[in-house]
């Protein structure tokens, strides 16, 4: 049972434009969220989060709202450039010590130019 | 800085054999590191979470003899898989958290590039 769903496995937009990236989960217990991107033959790094007591976070062209009643996520970039291309992580920690990340399943979001 | 390496990047071997992948930091010390496993098109699965010098604590359905995990310095965590079978070709994946912050754990937690396993 995946407690973290990115259900867009791919997105095309126009450079310029603005991306919106989405995620959802079921765990209530869940209480940080994160972005990651990832580039082909490396690892994810770390773009973004928000903690659940927020609604929105802002780091430049990316921000990111977090709707707890339906325990949905979304990635907003804006404005969209080519380099942004890569496939974006959805993860969520929460409940444990250890902080573990439960990630979804990605979404490969391409920026034409 | 924060560099945490993987190797080898893939790797196929037979039916019934072991191969051993290695997690480095590069420039921090990490006395935590996970390793995670994943399907195509699917989710990165948390497997286990390696403390150095201690056993690591595996995730629920993850064969702690199956999955061989070391971590035995500051900066090395090892995981043979042992008796490989065709179901375990995979992509593995490490992460590493850097001991010298005193920031959120989640954002400092560092990935590998990754390793493919071919099992024929």
């Known amino acids: 049972d995946q407690q973290v769903k990115q259900n867009s496995p791919s997105l095309s937009v126009q450079e310029g434009r603005i991306s919106i990236l989405n995620c959802d989960y079921t765990?209530?217990?869940?209480?940080?969220f994160l972005w990651y991107k990832k580039y082909p033959a490396e690892g994810p790094t770390f773009l973004i989060s928000i903690s659940s007591i927020k609604d929105k976070n802002e780091d430049g062209r990316f921000t990111v709202f977090l709707n707890k009643s339906a325990k949905h996520l979304s990635l907003h970039i804006v404005p969209s450039q080519p380099g942004d291309s890569a496939v974006y992580f959805c993860?969520?920690?929460?409940?444990?010590?250890?902080?573990?990340?439960?990630f979804g399943s990605g979404t490969q979001l391409t920026v034409l130019p | 800085g924060a560099v945490v390496s993987q190797h080898p990047s893939w790797v196929i071997c037979k039916s019934g054999t072991s191969v051993k992948i290695e997690c480095r930091s590069l420039?921090?010390?990490?006395?935590?590191m996970f390793w995670y496993r994943q399907f195509p098109k699917q989710s990165l699965m948390l497997m286990a979470t390696s403390n150095e010098g201690s056993k690591a604590t595996y995730e629920q359905g993850v064969e702690k003899d199956k999955f061989l995990i070391n971590h035995a310095s500051l900066t090395l965590s090892t995981l043979t898989v042992t008796s490989a079978h065709p179901e375990d070709s995979s992509f593995y994946i490490c992460?590493?958290?850097?001991?010298?912050?005193?920031?959120?754990?989640?954002?400092?937690?560092?990935f590998g590039p990754g390793t493919r396993l071919l099992v024929l």
């Open positions: 992460s590493a958290r850097d001991d010298r912050t005193s920031g959120r754990a989640e954002e400092t937690q560092y």
């Open positions: 765990n209530s217990m869940f209480d940080y």
């Open positions: 993860a969520a920690s929460g409940g444990g010590s250890a902080r573990q990340l439960t």
């Open positions: 420039d921090f010390q990490a006395t935590t």
